[in-house]
């Protein structure tokens, strides 16, 4: 069983900065790609920051230059460093694992942000 957790969000103020972890456990052959999606009040789930099997990252228009996205594969944890926050950034983060042949999904950390 293939298990996401996420972690380190809470409420900062507009400006500030939080760094998101995504720890995945179980029985894993191949991951293909993880990536960080958000769930704003009211608005659909939308793609936030992915990285390949092989590194490569992409990000949100409205993310990029304040998000960063890595993995530590020897922690078997993904991150989200986010800077500059925004109240507009305010969601629930979710983290998003290709793993085998299924796509896993973690249940979610809050983050706030006030202006």
């Known amino acids: 069983q293939v298990q996401l957790v996420e972690s380190g969000g809470g409420l900062v103020q507009a400006g500030g900065s939080l760094r998101l972890s995504c720890t995945y456990s179980?029985?894993?052959?191949?991951?293909?790609?993880m990536a960080w999606y958000r769930q704003g009040p009211g608005e659909q789930r939308e793609l936030v920051a992915s990285i390949t099997r092989g590194g490569s990252t992409n990000y949100a228009d409205s993310v990029k230059g304040r998000f960063t996205i890595s993995r530590d594969n020897a922690k078997n944890t993904v991150y989200l460093q986010m800077n500059n926050l925004k109240p507009e950034d305010t969601a629930v983060y979710y983290c998003?694992?290709?793993?085998?042949?299924?796509?896993?999904w973690g249940q979610g950390t809050q983050v706030t942000v006030s202006s």
């Open positions: 998003k694992g290709g793993i085998d042949r299924n796509d896993y």
């Open positions: 179980g029985i894993i052959f191949i991951i293909h790609g």
